[in-house]
């Protein structure tokens, strides 16, 4: 790992990275000539649309949240009419953070979100911090959970009254994670038509819904929202409890934010699509907690393990067994986006010089970051061997709000340092300092409710630092021999393994090319 002061990787070594012959062996000339043709054609690919940047914000922020545990909210809040109005607040707070992040995306064009637009505003310690939680536990964490999620309910309608056998569940998460990583190895086109068609058949489901529980409202069954604000608990702990549960029922606004160099025109369609997309969760997250209301009361919501089984049990009769499949079918979407993300970031990060060479790679005649891919592959299949994988994922929520606020910050700070640098959009201040504000509680409130795990989440990204000064700060020359043989043995095995090459950013002068295209 070495920094890149000017984000681009540097091929001031390509012998060790030179392709190999039939024979086994490096041909240099061959290698310089490939180079010398491709080295203007060897990036990812603007493969990603409009509507598939929308299916990408939408199909993450939709995962099993809303049909399994919508009760966070109703918890703390105590009452129906309370609750629908922090889930409100959560979607235009996180509406706030979504438009920020367009601002950002369509300044710093970089894939990565939070870790790009840190390491451009604080630079390349906190950055890579950043990094190092999402590596180390963030997204194999919560990608082991969603798939973990999508086996229990994929094989729920055939053991519809026992637990289901928990080797057979890991197996069925962990070939979920292979083929979803394999179709994303293949093209990207491959991985976002999966996206747009998940992403469909979860907002179908949730349409049917709400409007079992419109038909229901119009038929009289309203009883659950009279006096709806009775027994509200508005203590201010509580209802801070309320909103957090809400804002990561929400988390997922930034996924387009990862693939930004990916996106057609993407001062134009970042934040096009973030616009139609924030409305659309929105309004879908409040009607589908007012058709459950309709139909279940406080206790029963409270209760329930499933709520939108429980609430197809009492209305789809036979028909009750399509709630868990849609269940799965949301997981399934939630986690290909939740893998194009992860591997995109590694990507930047090894880019930047802050992970290996080798996870920079993409294929030549793909275009896909396959290294990456793997890698990140290969991370979640080892959380799926946690047997408490589900414990991991409160480690996180400290520094998850910490990181996305900083990266807002970062947006402040840059109006301030750069005040002339070129912005498509130009958003007033009021809301990323606004958004600041409100994440300095969301940083607040898990160190209070949930001190122990938080410390631990802290402790885990203090971890990094030892590693950054090893594999970043230090100069090659100083770090110990067999790390750079290691790694650079590890960096031709998957080239050749891979059929993969490093990649540039682009020049500034193709940049202004694919614009005015």
């Known amino acids: 790992m070495e920094e890149r002061a000017n984000g681009t990787v540097a091929h001031n070594s390509l012998a060790e990275y030179s392709p190999i012959t039939e024979a086994g062996k490096p041909d240099s000339s061959h290698s310089c000539e490939m180079y010398e043709r491709n080295k203007e054609t060897m990036q990812l690919k603007k493969e990603i649309s409009l509507l598939n940047g929308i299916s990408l914000i939408v199909g993450n922020m939709i995962g099993s949240g809303i049909f399994v545990s919508p009760k966070g909210v109703l918890i703390y809040s105590a009452s129906y009419g309370l609750s629908l109005i922090i889930w409100a607040t959560g979607g235009i707070f996180s509406v706030f953070g979504a438009l920020c992040y367009a601002e950002l995306g369509t300044t710093i064009t970089k894939s990565g979100a939070s870790y790009a637009y840190i390491l451009e505003a604080f630079g390349s310690f906190v950055a890579f911090i950043r990094l190092w939680t999402s590596l180390l536990i963030v997204e194999p964490t919560g990608q082991a959970i969603i798939a973990i999620t999508f086996a229990d309910y994929i094989v729920q309608p055939v053991f519809p009254s026992c637990e289901p056998p ?54 009289g069954h309203s009883g659950h929202f009279q006096n709806s604000f009775e027994g509200s608990s ?19 606004w930034d996924t387009l934010n990862f693939v930004t160099e990916e996106i057609k025109n993407p001062e134009r369609n970042l934040p096009l699509a973030i616009a139609v997309s924030m409305p659309i969760v929105t309004v879908i997250y409040i009607l589908t907690n007012i058709a ?28 009750s067994w399509t709630v868990p499949v849609a269940v799965a079918v949301s997981c399934f979407g939630g986690l290909n986006a939740s893998i194009l993300a992860a591997s ?58 910490f990181f996305v606020g900083l ?47 938080s410390l631990i989440g802290i402790g885990i990204a203090i971890s990094g630092v030892p590693v950054y000064f090893i594999g970043v700060y230090l100069p090659i020359s100083r770090r110990p021999p067999f790390i750079n043989n290691m790694l650079g043995a590890i960096t031709r095995a998957t080239q050749v393994l891979c059929n993969s090459v490093l990649t540039e950013m682009d020049s500034e002068d193709k940049k202004l090319e694919t614009k005015s295209n």
């Open 344 to 401: 995109r970031l590694f990507f930047v990060g090894s880019r930047e010089g802050h992970l290996p060479d080798l996870l920079s790679m993409i294929h030549i005649g793909r275009f896909t970051p396959v290294p990456a891919l793997l890698f990140n592959c290969t991370m979640a299949l080892i959380y799926l061997t946690v047997e408490d994988v589900f414990q991991l994922i409160n480690y996180f929520s400290f520094s998850y709000w």
């Open 166 to 219: 928990y080797v057979a569940c890991r197996l069925i998460a962990a070939a979920c994670i292979c083929l979803l990583t394999f179709i994303n190895c293949a093209y990207v086109k491959w991985g976002t038509r999966v996206q747009d068609v998940f992403t469909y058949a979860k907002v179908i489901a949730l349409m049917v819904i709400i409007i079992t529980g419109i038909v229901k409202l119009c038929q």
């Open 234 to 252: 508005w203590d201010l702990g509580d209802i801070s409890l309320a909103l957090y549960s809400a804002l990561f029922s929400y988390s997922g």
């Open 292 to 319: 459950y209301y309709t139909v279940l009361d406080i206790n029963a919501v409270l209760s329930s393990d499933a709520v939108a089984v429980t609430f197809a049990d009492q209305v789809f009769g036979i028909f």
């Open 407 to 453: 990266s807002i910050a970062g947006q402040l700070y840059l109006r301030w340092k750069e005040p002339d640098r070129p912005r498509p959009l130009k958003l007033s201040l009021f809301f990323p300092i606004a958004f600041c504000i409100c994440s300095v509680f969301l940083v607040v409130v898990p160190l209070y409710s949930n001190t122990i795990n």
